[in-house]
């Protein structure tokens, strides 16, 4: 089984867009899907509905729930990572001030008193982006990951088509 997020790509790359509507799987543009794809997209077709008809997530610049509980395992980001979530909130904030930016500085204090006290001030700030991030996306870390990812290779490709 192929992931859900990484057939959203690919289906994306070829021009469609996948959407779930009821127990059926949609692509639009009708009658634009290539064979092969077709085959890959029935043979996931459960794993699709499921991904496509998750419950909305609150949002760019959404504040998440002062309560939201902290992770007590020290994570373990790779660089790309690193760099994808916590890049992901600062554009959030702009570098201003703010409820977002005050939930991060609240959230790395509470790491840095709690599960945190060991770690690194990297992977404080990580987690605290990262709890942000999933929370907005209502996605796993590797999911929000995914995503991210995705949306940077779709405006590479965006910025590689003739006008």
Known sequence: MIDPHDICIEAARRGLRLEAVGDRLAVFPKGKCPPDFRE???????ALLAWLEKKPCPGLGAV?????????????PSIRTREFI???????TDNRTGPLAA???RREAEY?????KSWDCGDICF????DAACWQLNRSEREVCQLLAGFEEAAKIRSTRPA
């Open 103 to 105: 939930w991060l500085v």
């Open 86 to 92: 916590i890049g992901y909130e600062a554009r959030q």
């Open 64 to 76: 998440p729930p002062a309560n939201l509980p902290l992770v007590a395992m020290r994570p373990q």
């Open 40 to 46: 890959t997209l029935l043979s996931n077709k459960a």
């Open 127 to 130: 987690a605290a982006a990262r």
């Open 112 to 116: 840095f008193d709690g599960p945190g």
